[in-house]
């Protein structure tokens, strides 16, 4: 497998140098030259099986099936249920898919724990070390922490929009007390952070000083490996038949694995993106238009999100993989804010996606009515995901599954205000809330950063 760069200007490489590099050298992101025919029969195998029988044809030749097999039992070992990302009913043909059974407890840990060990392996196979800078909206700054903390090969540095996530996952970023980790809290929103992160891949001499990589899902390992639980999902609900995906996602990134599965055969009758308020998905689904407003702070702060950074994967896709027009169109959008992809490309893109804006109020209804209905506790951002698939019309014979993205305990504050009960955190994060934190504060500066990276690791 080979991977290309959206942006057309650089040339091809291995699964290795797409790991590694995160983003490519011209600015895009890679992506694989193929998408992989999905032939697998999850009903009858772990998901761990599942994981090497989908993951092999993107790694290969880089990792050899035999290597890759134990970096995916150990990823996955990690997990406190034995089926990894169960799936469970909960009303009229609609199911969750339960995400959060990870050491962070999100789903970003689904990737996380194997993308580390991924990258642990190749930089120990160069003999080199590498520096990973993240941005983060919430739960990716703790999942990539967990991932890389201890590690003999990475340093880790997360970016947060300081005061924009929720006590829990600050905490579950700031308390990791380990010599290769630093947080830093950035006065700014997560796009700020992300802005920062791309310049600093921007400045070839800071990349090369301290061999910068990327878990944030400008990383193809990131998507790759949430391909594996839309396989299992529909393993699980309809084996014989399609099924339908509703996605909470700010970042495009989730939601975009499902398409990935779709194109390797998995039979996908509708992607349903859930959005907040903070609506840029939606409102391009149902316009064609990506158009930039400012970021409102939210229940579901892991979606405060303007610039969806994923999209420019599937725009490679509707634009005939041609990276000279995605990097003229992304150039137009960084420099306007606005990109019209016409009524064309908007009819391909509404043959797959449906959008739908949950606000706050729509989210806390939606929290305690399927508490009162179904005895449950949802988080904002799954609760945003169920509202989406129970908005969008379906035929009552495909079964939706929605991917439930974060334990409630994540967010305690959004789930009692709407039941009047306080989700309690498993017993390994029972005393998250009295441990010490480490972080930095830093102005929205990609010098001051710098300054901040060379200091601290070189």
């Known amino acids: 497998m080979r991977y290309l760069s959206t942006r057309g200007s650089c040339p091809p490489v291995g699964f290795d140098g797409a790991l590694i590099g995160g983003l490519a050298p011209d600015g895009g992101l890679y992506v694989p030259e193929e998408w992989p025919a999905i032939d697998v029969h999850p009903s009858v195998e772990r998901y761990t099986d599942v994981a090497v029988d989908v993951l092999a044809p993107y790694v290969s030749p880089a990792i050899p099936r035999d290597e890759l097999r134990p970096l995916v039992e150990e990823a996955y070992a990690t997990f406190s249920h034995a089926d990894v990302c169960p799936v469970t009913p909960l009303e009229d043909g609609l199911h969750l898919l339960e995400l959060f059974w990870g050491p962070t407890l999100a789903f970003k840990d689904v990737a996380l724990q194997l993308l580390g060990r991924l990258m642990d392996r190749e930089l120990a196979r160069r003999d080199e070390r590498a520096t990973v800078l993240v941005a983060t909206s919430g739960d990716t700054g703790s999942a990539a922490i967990e991932a890389c903390r201890g590690r003999d090969r990475l340093d880790i540095v997360v970016l947060h929009p300081a005061g924009r996530v929720s006590d829990v996952q600050r905490r579950q970023m700031t308390t990791v007390d380990e010599p290769n980790v630093r947080n830093v809290a950035i006065d700014g929103d997560f796009d700020t952070c992300q802005d920062l992160v791309k310049a600093a891949f921007a400045d070839t001499a800071l990349r090369d000083e301290l061999r910068l990589s990327a878990m944030n899902s400008i990383n193809w390992a990131r998507v790759m490996a949430q391909v594996v639980y839309y396989v299992t999902a529909a393993a699980a609900v309809a084996p014989d038949g399609p099924v339908s995906f509703a996605v909470p996602t700010g970042n495009f990134g989730n939601v975009l694995a499902g398409w990935v599965a779709k194109q390797g055969g998995l039979d996908v009758d509708r992607l349903i993106v859930g959005s907040n308020r903070n609506d840029i998905l939606t409102r391009w689904i149902a316009s064609g238009v990506m158009e930039v407003e400012g970021v409102e702070p939210s229940l579901s702060p892991s979606m405060d999100i303007q610039v969806s950074s994923n999209v420019e994967r599937y725009l490679w896709e509707l634009y005939g993989r041609n990276g000279a027009v995605v990097a003229e169109a992304m150039a137009r959008f960084r420099s306007d804010g606005r990109l019209d992809i016409g009524a064309a490309r908007l009819d391909r893109v509404r043959a797959t996606f449906s959008g739908v804006r949950v606000d706050d109020e729509a989210t806390l209804f939606e929290i305690q009515r399927v508490h009162e209905a179904h005895g449950v506790?949802?988080?904002?951002?799954?609760?945003?995901?169920?509202?989406?698939?129970?908005?969008?019309?379906?035929?009552?014979?495909?079964?939706?599954?929605?991917?439930?993205?974060?334990?409630?305990?994540?967010?305690?504050?959004?789930?009692?205000?709407?039941?009047?009960?306080?989700?309690?955190?498993?017993?390994?994060?029972?005393?998250?809330?009295?441990?010490?934190?480490?972080?930095?504060?830093?102005?929205?500066?990609?010098?001051?950063?710098?300054?901040?990276?060379?200091?601290?690791?070189?």
């Not at 506790?377 to 698939?389: N, R």
């Not at 017993?427 to 060379?454: G, M």
């Open 377 to 458: 506790l949802v988080d904002p951002h799954t609760a945003i995901g169920i509202a989406a698939a129970r908005a969008v019309p379906s035929d009552p014979d495909v079964p939706r599954v929605v991917l439930a993205t974060a334990h409630p305990a994540k967010f305690p504050d959004a789930v009692e205000a709407a039941t009047g009960v306080r989700p309690l955190l498993p017993e390994h994060l029972a005393d998250l809330l009295d441990r010490p934190e480490h972080l930095t504060p830093l102005a929205a500066d990609s010098a001051v950063l710098a300054d901040y990276l060379r200091a601290e690791l070189l």
